[in-house]
């Protein structure tokens, strides 16, 4: 089996995570590094603490311990909003959406865009219909919605149709880095292949994407690397070209040791 | 690209992405649906029907100068719903305003009629301290992360008795503002005399202030931050709002509006005294209630508030036009706070 060798520098990289809530230890010393131009794949058992490292990485939870660091240099995120000014934008697994706001305001929150001219600098005014085109036009390239549909409350829509808002927006707006915390869980087959083929666009504009899923063949259809997570750290990462998906279930289950190489080419 | 075996018929799949046809268009639905896009819809037609009621049970309840007494009778409460409503619009609740006002009030006339100290200091004085008294309450509940509930009922003794302590439990009387700072009694005066009714500057302020308002929550940021925050805090931080800040925001721009209606109190009033809007508090909530914001948070507007304060007018003023006695009004308006709740609750099981 061939090393996962990297001549690049990680784009980010988190060492000796660690995270307790009361007893349960979330995170014991996870690491993490995402390459450039790659998709990463991260698999786990229910529990491993897959979400808590992106929680991490993302400034929405305070590891206990451990460094992370974005371009080779430290960061120290404290709000999620932090983060997404430094470019990393995330999918949360609870999605992360107002229900009684639009999909518009939704999509927009935080990073809200002002009308031009003395309404937008003296008064403040929100730009809504500029708010409004963008975010049809990002989930009719999703085709998850109709274009009537976008001032509708996100608390009418499917349990699919929000998680294609909180993809939508996470791929509209990721500079440097995509999560993705099980992005295609509530959704169907077509619309799991639309987000499968948005992870790609994403990559092809050269930014990596981190993509947490249990579905192995989704996982090994678009990964160019695997982290396989346990028992709140990462075991080994593997390359899905050469290692089967029994394999990959078995040692993320702890059925099979990690082969030595993959452990070395952390 | 590589698919799966089983997804291979999807390039020959409908490409058409779902259309909305819903069969669920009952009439019950369809009021639903009305109501929940445009909330000031049901206070709105609750005013007008309840106008028209009063008017048949107490002719002269119609005429101009009792309507336009309606308006000034609730002036301030609507003023103060305002602030209410920016509170409970995130899930939080104040039961301080009504000190924060008093005190408010002494601040300006203590300034400007005891110490002679120019008008718009002594206002702007005023305003400042029941910003700063609201910020209070937002340092609590954002910071300490204390539930609101339990941070104004604290603070609502704590200003309460600040205010009696630099009142010295006297009044400032008319006569005294009037020789010292007659301005300050200028939102009581009246700005017009249409046919008979008498529409005062405190009223036109009211409905400036809602109409400022109005624009802020649904044309700025900072107002959409205000619905994400009461919505769903968690989200709201995830999507990247600084929930901490916005909140003591929220609080202290309440305050400010707490003290401005100060201003406005002191014109309507006509005197100063510690012992005023005593209930102002629970009028205030009763006016957001019955204006169709929810007590959960995210939903509601200003101008339903603003409604709601005149529902409750109309009813006190209509039911002691027609000889009711006051606990009869008490009566009808806890009701109407109960079925405004119970519309709320049938509102939000429909969307969850
Ligand atoms: N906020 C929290 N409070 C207490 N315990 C938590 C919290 N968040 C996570 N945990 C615990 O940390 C551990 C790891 O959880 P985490 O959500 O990271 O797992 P996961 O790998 O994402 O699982 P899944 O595949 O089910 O999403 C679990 O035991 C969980 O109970
Ligand atoms: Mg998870």
Known sequence: MKNITHNLEPVLQAKGLMKRYGTVVAMNGADFDLYPNEVLGVIGDNGAGKTTLIRAISGATAPDHGVIELDGKLVNFHTPDDARNAGIETVYQNLALSPALSIADNMFLGREIREKGIMGKLFRKLDHKQMETFARDKLSELGLLTIQNINQAVETLSGGQRQGVAVARAAAFGSKVVIMDEPTAALGVKESRRVLDLIQDVKSKGIPIVLISHNMPHIFEVCDRIHIHRLGRRLCTVDPKIISMSDAVAMMTGAMEPPPEALAAK | ?352
């Open chain 2, 1 to 352: 690209m590589s698919q799966s075996e089983f997804e291979t018929n999807l390039n020959s799949a409908d490409s058409a992405v779902a259309v909305f046809e819903r069969d669920d268009r009952t009439f019950l639905s369809n009021v639903r649906n009305a109501v929940r896009n445009y909330p000031t819809l049901v206070p709105a037609l609750v005013l007008i029907v309840s106008i028209l009621i009063f008017g048949i049970i107490a002719p002269r309840f119609l005429s101009p100068g009792v309507l336009s007494l309606v308006l000034q009778q609730v002036t301030v409460i609507g003023i103060v719903a305002i602030a209410q409503t920016l509170i409970i619009l995130t899930a939080g609740i104040d039961l301080s305003v009504g000190a924060i006002l008093v005190l408010s009030t002494f601040v300006m006339g203590r300034l400007s009629v005891s110490y002679g100290v120019p008008l718009p200091i002594a206002i702007a004085a005023g305003m400042a301290i029941g910003t700063l008294m609201g910020a209070f309450n937002g340092f609590l509940v954002a910071k300490i992360k204390l539930p609101p509930f339990i941070v104004t009922l604290g603070t609502l003794s704590v200003f309460t008795a600040l205010k009696l302590w630099y009142s010295g439990s006297e009044s400032i009387r008319n006569s005294d503002i009037e020789a010292n700072a007659p301005s300050l009694l200028w939102f009581g005066e009246a700005a017009a005399r249409p046919f008979g009714a008498t529409i005062t500057y405190g009223g036109i302020a009211l409905i400036l202030l809602a109409a400022v308002f109005w624009f802020i929550l649904q044309h700025t940021a900072w107002g959409r931050h205000v619905y994400a925050i009461g919505d769903d805090p968690e989200a709201a931080a995830l999507s990247g709002i600084k929930t901490d800040r916005t909140l003591i925001s929220v609080y202290a721009v309440a305050g400010l509006i707490c003290g401005f209606g100060a201003w406005v109190a002191i014109g309507r009033v006509g005197s100063i005294s510690p012992i005023s809007f005593e209930e102002i508090n629970l009028a205030t909530i009763t006016a957001v209630v019955i204006g169709g914001t929810s007590l959960f948070g995210g939903r509601g507007s200003i101008p339903g508030s603003v409604l709601g304060a005149l529902i409750v007018g109309v009813f006190t003023t209509g039911l002691s036009l027609a000889g009711v006695d006051d606990y009869w009004q008490m009566f009808a308006v806890g009701n109407l706070v109960l079925i405004a709740v119970a519309l709320d609750q049938w509102l939000r099981r429909a969307t969850q």
